[in-house]
């Protein structure tokens, strides 16, 4: 249990991964980001492959802290067998390895409500004639 009696709740941002460390920064600084706004939230990030830390390791990390909800955030763009084959079956594992916890994913950012209309507007509408 956190503050107030509330379950510890926990925020991870799940990427796929890449050989170039330069790759990652931009993630990393979305993560920063996220933490600055939002300071009495958790949020992580986990890989796929290529990078550390990988999805089980930050669920273990997590529930070692104390946390039993977790909410895995796809940060990809569209749906692909990454996130509809690889994502549920780590879920699957980390559930087995955690049957305490509920461990939940979202859609990817396309599936996100409003997102592809803020692209819409600013790519296109806002692009230069």
Known sequence: MGDNGCMKTATIFFCHGARAATWRVPFDRFLEQCRVSAPHQHFDLAFLELMEPELPVVVDDLVSQGFVNLQVVPLFLA??????????????????????????????LLELPGLAQWLVERLVLKAPA
């Open 79 to 108: 749906p692909g067998s990454h996130t509809q084959r690889d994502l549920p079956e780590l879920l699957a594992r980390c559930r087995e390895t955690h049957p305490e916890l509920t461990i939940e994913a979202g859609g990817t």
